[in-house]
């Protein structure tokens, strides 16, 4: 299996990345179809529109947030239908997941992350805040 990496959508796109997916509900502000060389956007492994409303409001703390957003993940074929996808494009070479978030580590992404290291798939640490 190929790198599973993480990267902020306003970063520069590089060969290297390899497969691009955002992994944002919205479409990041300011970015065109372009520059963000995405070879897929995965919406349906994002946040429920009521739970991120709730958090981007301050009506969910992020510890709640986190619980609900992998509740959601458990709940749903989403994430194994993801999974079974990314390890397809795996077998053939990098991946990147791509967000607009300044700071990842108070995002959906930590929570992403442990679900994809729970299904088997292992990815480079989240970038720095």
């Not at 709940?75 to 700071?103: C, I, M, N, Q, Y």
Request: proline share 7%; charged share 35%; aromatic share 8%.
């Amino acid at each position: 299996m190929k790198t599973l990496k993480w990267k902020r959508v306003y970063d520069p796109a590089n060969p290297s990345d390899g497969d691009r997916i955002l992994v944002d509900q919205l479409w990041p502000r300011g970015v065109s179809k372009e520059k963000a060389a995405l070879d897929e956007w995965a919406k349906s492994i994002t946040p429920g529109k009521e739970i991120r409303k709730a958090y981007h409001e301050g009506k969910l703390s992020f510890d709640q947030f986190s619980r609900r957003y992998e509740a959601e993940l458990e709940a749903g074929d989403a994430l194994p239908e993801f999974a079974d996808d990314l390890k397809k494009r795996l077998s053939k070479g990098d991946v990147t997941l791509v967000f607009a978030g300044k700071t990842p580590s108070m995002t959906h992404l930590p929570t992403l992350k442990g679900q994809l290291d729970k299904a088997g798939i292992k990815s480079d640490p989240l970038p720095e805040d």
